[in-house]
């Protein structure tokens, strides 16, 4: 009998019927055999809504407040599940974060989990019934005011749970077959991955591929935990984050790349004449920090001698760029720097994958597919297992699909319909 | 200073505008030099909303999920409501019934009030702060579960907490201007009652007034905690319920009748033909009990000599009629009664004061205006302060209207414009 954690998404749950055809899937998984512990996010647009409604009572509204709101998302869709679920004759709980033991810090919106101690849905579980657990929220340590842990929250705390009870095998659901190794709709040959390292999917996540969110595969790498990543559309397997996808019985041999990442969310800030001293930089990138702002890429030319200048381009989320840039023109007068450039029609390509340590050479063939199709690189940034382009945003398209023919990544039949968001 | 508790019901809350007025009226209490503690409903058709979407996804959903489910309704009105304080630039606080303290027993969708620990609460209050709580709901001593407190339940949340905190005063806000002497769509020149005891309260909200539930009068009495029933609409003074509304420093003297309520919302039914031994109508109404029933009135005529058989009647809730008609088939063969009679075109009036105690000749004076106005008086029952009679429905407003004028309750000019449901 294996211990078996499953997570729904907003889409999954949507409306009744979405609901009672999770319950019918969740029974399934018990009658199998399995403890089931199930987290679940708030239905559908509910969340939307929800801010929708705080925004016409307040511009500003605090963060403990939003955070109560918001919190009555899953309280709404978890109750249904479980109704749903005694429809079908079997006992279920439902439980906030709270009361799961989702113990987290006191950073309202995006609350770190500090401790889990699920004491109440191990009992659950020990009577026979199913627990199910209210995503993305938790219970600040110090305060004992309701928290949320911001994107990708719902993930997170599927995670966490499973790490806490020791699950089996922590199974995420969307409206998605899987991990691919492009977007099916950029790349309609992307295939999907059936097994992908943490450190992999960790660099995919980063790098714009929306299915799990970057801190749920830290939290799952940190205790060794398998993700399984299907859809509840379906009853196809999906793809297992491993720790080593490569030794456990598949006779694959690792590929080189195993898939090309993109992402449209990012603008590039260029800082035009800094002045070519000690600690100018720092400065620049001690006062974002200050505004709360998490820069992605950075490249410094080297200083052109006649003037002791030098430009600094950074890329950041497109959703900060105001802040950033009104933080920059803030320090002009002490840092001296000639002028700000800004452009938001860029994207950003990424080659993931463990294979291109042992392959030299996949910087080469990344760069010749990206000339070939025409497209121009502007910023280049790369670590063990990723190389990432910044080139212009009507180029994105082009390079995902040239990238990913190069690495022979193109399956001989389209496998792939849908792919989506995550809810969160 | 004063500690002052508010209640808003759920048509106070219904729009973001709505709640941005109550924030208003909140912050000018606490301006004059308040504490203040906001008890608050769900918005306007919330629960409705919510018990559609469980019935989409269970005909039968278990009560604990229920009340998770309901219980989100209040978390949404609270935290926005408290949004829209700090924009005013005060700080409030929200709490959830668990949070507020409410410890009641497991009885899931009608949950009593055990105790009420408010040191969150109280708190808040120390730290100058404007606590909002959930009304309608609590947590389990036991089980630690979510629970709800059933119809009036916010009513009676915000009596207990006022109670708990030794309150000055508790403010029922709603659409209405207080407690009138009959209801104003049928008798236009109802006025308001300026102060009203608690016996009468209860005796009035008993017999069909819907402004304040019986369970919420009956606490403030055991903890002499004044009620202000007021509109949340306007800034007129409403209606104080007290323990001895005609000894403080009013100078009227205390009135023969308070007011004339009444209530088209139970049926009766007659078991015909009972034989006349010891015992048969203990079974009937141990049946009854049983299955869940509240009975009001009942009246046995005297047994016929002849037959050796009586008829019994009694009078409760319209929507309890089936279960009773079913449970009192099943001990037909027992019983041996001939049969059952059902009518559920009924109405119930009744004449409320203290001050009939001391005025022989009121029920006289009753039946003669009820007489006058053409109406049947079916069945009659009475209590120190209280004479009810059934009537059919059709006859209700004549009989209102009737009692109203003979008991002299007609003001000279018409004061209220609205009188309706309080939501709970």
Redesign the interface.
Known sequence: MALVVQKYGGSSVAD?SC??RVAQRIVATKKAGNDVVVIVSAMGDTTDE?LD??E???????G???D??L???E??S???L???I??LGHE???FTGS?AGVITDSTHGKARIIDVTPS?IREAIDQGHIAIVAGFQGVSQDT?DITTLGRGGSDTTAVALAAALEADVCEIYSDVDGIFTADPRIVPAARKIPRISYDEMMEMAACGAKILHLRCVEYARRFDLPIHVRSSFGTREGTWVVSDPYTEGTEMEQPIISGVAHDRSEAKITVVGVPDKVGEAASIFKTLADAGINIDMIVQNVSAAATGRTDISFTLPTADSSTALTALKRIQGEIAYESLLFDDQIGKVSLIGAGMRSHPGVTATFFAALADAGVNIEMISTSEIRISVIVEQDGVDAAVAAAHRAFDLDADQVEAVVYGGSGR
Chains 1, 2 share one sequence.
């Open positions: 009744a609901i009672k929800l409604l705080a016409q009572v307040s511009p500003l509204p605090p403990r407040e939003l109560m709101l919190t009555s998302g309280r709404i978890m109750a249904l479980a109704m749903a005694a429809n279920a709980r439902s009361q109440r004992k």
